[in-house]
């Protein structure tokens, strides 16, 4: 049974900077996909970043220049690294682990942690 539990969330100002881990635990892959989800109410979950197994990196748009992924695979964890953040970041942040298609997209698979929220003050 997969198991995913993020934590790192909390408050924080607008400009500031906050790192969130994803600890994955019953994977058959020492270094499993793992992506970083969004969410804010009444909205579906966007895709913030993704770390293939490979290693390589995917960001939205949104984010790109701003937020840094990164895994330890001794501690078997996925980091978030948010700076700039601003006010439009605050959400429950997620991560999953999913799979990766031939053209590099990530796609969700049904493994999900819990969630931790992010909320930016002005």
């Known amino acids: 049974q997969v198991q995913l539990v993020e934590s790192g969330g909390g408050l924080v100002q607008a400009g500031g900077s906050l790192r969130l881990s994803c600890t994955v635990s019953?994977?058959?892959?020492?270094?499993?996909?793992i992506g970083w989800y969004l969410q804010v109410p009444g909205m579906r979950r966007e895709l913030c970043a993704a770390?293939?197994?490979?290693?390589?990196?995917i960001y939205a748009d949104s984010v790109k220049v701003r937020f840094t992924i990164s895994r330890d695979n001794v501690k078997n964890t996925v980091y978030l690294q948010m700076s700039s953040l601003n006010p439009e970041d605050t959400a429950v942040y997620f991560c999953?682990?999913?799979?990766?298609?031939?053209?590099?997209?990530?796609?969700?698979?049904?493994?999900w942690g819990q969630g931790t929220q992010v909320t930016v003050s002005l």
């Open positions: 770390i293939t197994s490979g290693s390589s990196k």
């Open positions: 019953g994977s058959t892959s020492s270094t499993p996909n």
């Open positions: 999953n682990q999913g799979l990766v298609g031939r053209s590099g997209t990530y796609y969700p698979d049904s493994y």
